[in-house]
């Protein structure tokens, strides 16, 4: 089984998700009196019997319930959905479908794109593009596009507004489906925005320290990370003096505010967006609300700027910003240097390079590491931040990952922990090798590989705790490496 989010795509228990069965198909009921239960169960189905169609907020926050209540079940709305709903609603966490609304409407009503119309025929041609967009859904999914097609096939007032609304009115009961697991975002629409792993980047940010005592706030490239884009490296190559003094802020919508030490992390590393140099209301107000929260207490000696007017707006937060509004090119590159260096500048590169792994600690593992002991050890090409002479986490061209010092303090902590029966051999450890998995987990998590209550290892988790509840078989550890002591 794969999912994205809240949607299951494949099978589970035999029966194949997500689905639009043919009407009567599905027939569980033992009682007539069991129609009148808002929910019915079933074995492995679930149907929800009663909901307010009507009012999309107490909808959504019902099917919510449910699919929460039910995660393990097959979950079951009769009767519900035109076509270009369908998205949405496995979106919400519905596994299976019917035809009914599409049967009601005969021959003669046709569903397209820009709503019914009259017709001919009407009847198979809506059973056509059911199965049409059945099969773009299914696509999507096994493409790791499905919030992309949701966005863009959410045509009606209802699909529109119950996508705005499990965004915006119910991020905490969706942070447990998150999927971080690295992909690229096609972030094409306003919407997007708000889709749960850019919030969930957002309220990782807002923890991180403060690096240096100087600020410098630039925008977005298109090449990611950033630091390798023609743009960044000019300004890097006119600036590189004052720069163990500086910390590094990048403004980009739909993030918000990327600092420069997490710039190669999922998402901030993967995401596209179109470019015209315009900012809706909405992005400005997202950005203004990330930057009060994220430089809330931290305070600055300086801070330097070069944004586009669009991306200024927030500068007010400060007092005494000084820089450039415009685009990140050679001559403004020359120009905010002329700006900072007629400061003086205080720079421990030491200091800001532990900063700055910590951070990274703190938005991986959501670990506050006491980095009062701590140290920088370069090897080669590899970083490492040594902790009570104890590796923490290493760094190389590829990314981070955990040392030994640092899962034993996960243990301890009870974080990123996967419980396994004996050491196996290869990069993957498979589902029924897995005893239990701690509750924090979500898809794309480095996690800790405990042995006998002894760290033993390290991998990258495919799955999150709601998945290990109904998964039988499949990858549930991926990058798998143990220590050598």
């Known amino acids: 089984m794969k999912r994205y989010f809240l949607t299951k795509y494949g099978e589970i228990n035999k029966i194949q998700v997500p689905d639009v069965v043919e009407a009567g198909k599905i027939n569980i009921y033992e009682d007539y009196l069991d129609r009148n239960k808002e929910v019915y169960e079933n074995g492995d189905i679930v149907v929800i019997n009663r909901i307010n169609k009507f009012n999309t907020k107490e909808f959504v926050r019902t099917i919510l319930r449910i699919r929460k209540r039910y995660w393990e079940k097959v979950l079951y709305l009769p ?44 009847f198979n041609k809506n059973q056509n593009e059911k199965d049409r ?19 863009n096939y959410s045509m009606t007032s209802f699909s529109k507004e119950a996508l705005r609304i499990i965004d915006m009115s119910h991020y905490d009961d969706s942070e447990p489906f998150i999927d971080l697991r690295e992909r690229n975002i096609q972030a094409n629409s306003i919407e997007s925005m708000y889709r749960p792993e850019l919030q ?29 884009s023609k743009t960044h490296k000019i300004l890097h ?158 760094k190389t061209s590829s990314g981070f990952s955990m040392e030994y010092g640092l899962a034993k303090i996960l243990l301890k902590e009870g974080k990123r922990i996967v419980k396994i029966n004996g050491k196996f051999s290869g990069q993957n450890i498979y589902i029924p090798g897995i005893l239990s998995i701690s509750n924090d987990i979500l898809p794309g998590n480095e996690v800790v590989l405990v042995e006998n209550d002894e760290v033993v290892g390290r991998g990258v988790s495919e799955i ?17 490496s143990y220590f050598v002591r």
């Open 79 to 122: 009767a519900t959905g035109m076509i270009y709903d369908y998205p949405i609603l496995f979106y919400l966490g519905v596994d299976i479908l019917d035809d009914v609304p599409l049967r009601i409407m005969g021959d003669e009503k046709c569903v397209t794109e820009f709503g019914i119309i009259n017709g001919q025929d009407c």
């Open 133 to 151: 967009i059945l099969e773009r859904i299914r696509l999507s999914i096994e493409n790791n596009r499905f919030r992309e097609l949701v966005e």
């Open 200 to 228: 969930y980047f957002r309220n990782k940010v807002k923890e991180l320290k403060k690096t240096a005592d100087n600020l410098l706030l630039i925008p977005c490239s298109a090449i990611k990370p950033y630091s390798q």
């Open 237 to 394: 190559s006119r600036i590189y003096p004052y720069l163990s003094g500086i910390q590094e802020v990048i403004v980009t919508s739909p993030l918000g505010l990327v600092p420069r030490e997490i710039e190669n992390l999922f998402p901030a590393k993967n995401y596209d967006i179109p470019v015209t140099g315009y900012w809706f209301g909405e992005e400005k107000d997202m950005l203004v609300k990330t930057a009060k929260e994220f430089f809330k207490d931290k305070k600055y000696d300086n801070v330097f700027y070069i944004l586009n007017e669009e991306e200024a707006g927030f500068l007010n937060i400060f007092d005494g910003a000084e820089g450039i509004k415009g685009s990140l090119n050679w001559e403004n590159s020359d120009r905010i240097l002329k700006i900072i260096s007629a400061h003086n500048i205080k720079k421990d590169k030491n200091k800001k390079r532990i900063i700055e792994f910590s951070n990274v600690i703190k938005y991986l593992y959501d670990i506050s590491l006491d980095i009062s002991n701590a140290a920088i050890k370069d090897e080669g090409n590899r970083s490492f931040l040594i902790q009570n002479n104890e590796k923490m986490i290493k």
């Open 464 to 480: 999150s705790y709601l998945d290990f509840a109904i998964q039988k078989k499949g990858i549930g550890v991926s990058n798998v």
